[in-house]
């Protein structure tokens, strides 16, 4: 039912289905605040180095990020090109006209920092501007779009999965199936109006991002450079617009708890003004501090099984607060239903026998979302 999204509504206390027990609480005053997160610069010519920190990122934290200023700069794109960004009319409001001038403040920066833009800053910001503005979209239109279920593949929704769960989380998300786009897009939003380009625009460059940190990481691993690429097949990529809400009690309760994701890789956007994202490291929860215009990657258990277990899909989680929304834009990128999935045979070894049995991903993901989110590793119950 769409009344059970939580941004439709202001609330004053949090609802009894939304509160943990006192063991499963996040703890905030725990927290390490200041997450020591590699940052990986993907603009350096001396690429065995770039390599080489990014296998270390993965094998350490299994997250890393790259910050806009060190995206390699794809041949197509060129400064000058006409602005994908979205908002010029009065109806899309005074925020619009923020974030507007913020472009064109970062466009106004020197030639350098826009040619080293491998995922143009203002797509970054046309895709963020208009979540926010989807977000403030009247209870009515949001209704429309409402459904827990699932299988749908475009859908308003809340928590994680309230058919299942039995305590809510504080987050409603859109979630978005991306490719191929020509397929998908008639079934996304019409509303905001300029919602399917600007998204389009964004699935577009995240997906080439997506590739290049695949031929890195497959180099890492002393794999053929397109390995990764050619074994997970014809990618599927799924988006989630989070919205977080304030919540009248952060302490009690999670905007997501913690989990692993199912897919290969995720890249996310964060809010660039408000934390919430949080990483497990040796037992201890350390806050992932927004860096400016940044993006964060995460492996996903694919490229853990795919690793045979060298590289970490690391347990994360998104805190609340009660002080400001949040929002973030997570794209994941999926292998091909039907491939065979599993440790690569180049890292199988007599010292290195394989850790995970093969399985589709059709079978992993039914797996993935019958279970409670923050249950035991999905990957635990595909071990040999
Ligand atoms: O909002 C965040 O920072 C984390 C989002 C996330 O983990 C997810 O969408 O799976």
Known sequence: MAEQLISTAVHHTLPESYVRSEAERPRLDEVVPDADIPVVDLANPDRAAVVAQIGAACSSHGFF???????????????????????????????????????????????????????????????????????????????????????????????????????????????????????????????????????STYCKEVRQLGFRLYAMISASLGLEQDYIKKVLGEQEQHMAVNFYPKCPSPELTYGLPAHTDPNALTILMMDEQVAGLQVLKEGRWIAVNPRPNALVINLGDQLQALSNGRYKSVWHRAVVNSDRPRMSIASFLCPCNCVKLGPAEKLIGEKSPAVYRNYTYDEYYKKFWSRNLDQEHCLELFRT
Do not use: I
């Not at 995206?71 to 400064?79: G, H, L, N, T």
């Not at 895709?127 to 429309?144: D, G, I, Q, T």
């Open 65 to 199: 990020q790259v910050s806009p200023s060190q995206f390699p700069f794809p041949p197509a794109y060129k400064p000058g090109r006409r602005s994908v960004f979205p908002f010029g009319k009065r109806e899309w409001g005074r925020s619009a006209f923020a974030h507007r001038a913020r472009v064109c403040r970062v466009w106004s920066l020197t030639d350098r920092q826009v040619l080293n833009h491998g995922l143009p800053l203002e797509v970054m910001l046309a895709a963020m501007a208009v979540a926010h503005e989807f977000f403030r979209l009247s209870p009515e239109e949001k209704a429309k779009l409402y459904s827990d279920d699932p299988a749908k593949k475009m859908r308003l929704s809340t928590s994680f999965n309230v058919r299942k769960e039995t305590v809510h989380n504080w987050r409603d998300y859109l979630r978005l199936h991306c490719h191929p786009l020509e397929q998908f897009v008639p079934e996304w939003p019409a509303n905001p109006p300029p919602f399917r380009d600007v998204m």
